[in-house]
């Protein structure tokens, strides 16, 4: 899944995304609030990890500015603000969780696993269709039981073709969801994933809809 960090801290946003990098998720960084508020209206984002006090625009009014255009996007806020009144500032301003720093990269990831399964409309942490079972926190997969090794851009397609298996994903989308800024993307590559996931999980798994994209088999 592909994240925005906003974090002016250059020590603090490398540790940042080098942990999410390791958990399996694609992260973007920028270090100025009046960037990512122009970056978020013209790219897309799973969640959003915004930090506060930003050179050029302060957090809570690129997270005002984000709610006001109607924009859903999942945000963290992530600061060393640690008042309560800065925690219901940041809250009722749209921010869908809060952590102070210092905190632990794995609460981090474990919050922002919470926040993707709420936004899909899942409750339990594993995802499971036609006896396969992807288990995001553990990255593990199996099928029938049985333990199935992906590399870390078949996770990341399987993962995000399994939260909406109804929902047909264009190649676009999909590059955008598993490549970040910076990233070598060859030219065949989602169709080179696709091919892996269809052979070690079967061939009529996951179904390719000419000219528009694919998707999961129905149940």
């Known amino acids: 899944m592909r994240l925005l960090l906003v974090e002016d801290d250059a020590m603090i946003g490398e540790a940042i995304r080098a942990g999410l990098r390791r958990d399996g998720f694609t992260v973007d960084w920028v270090h100025d609030g009046e960037t990512a508020e122009q970056v978020l209206k013209t790219e897309s984002f799973d969640v959003l990890l915004l930090d506060l006090g930003l050179p050029r625009k302060a957090g809570l009014a690129v997270l005002s500015g984000l709610r006001a255009r109607g924009d859903a996007l999942p945000v963290i806020i992530l600061t060393a603000r640690d008042s309560v009144s800065d925690r219901v500032q940041g809250l009722d301003a749209g921010a869908d969780d809060y952590l102070v720093k210092p905190f632990d990269l794995d609460e981090l990831a474990a919050r922002i696993r919470a926040l993707l399964r709420r936004k899909s409309g899942q409750t ?8 396969v079972v992807l288990n995001p926190a553990a990255h593990t997969v199996q099928r ?7 590399s870390p851009r078949e996770f990341a397609l399987l993962q995000l073709l ?6 047909i994903h264009s190649r676009e989308r999909i590059e955008g969801r598993l490549y970040g800024w910076g990233e070598e993307l060859e030219s065949n590559a989602i169709e080179v994933h696709v091919h892996g996931l269809r052979r070690k999980l079967g061939a009529d798994f996951i179904l390719t809809v000419r000219g528009v994209g694919y998707r999961v088999r129905p149940a």
């Open 124 to 131: 339990a942490p594993a995802i499971e269709h036609l006896g």
């Open 144 to 150: 029938d039981g049985q333990d199935i090794a992906l």
């Open 162 to 167: 399994m939260e909406r298996p109804g929902t």
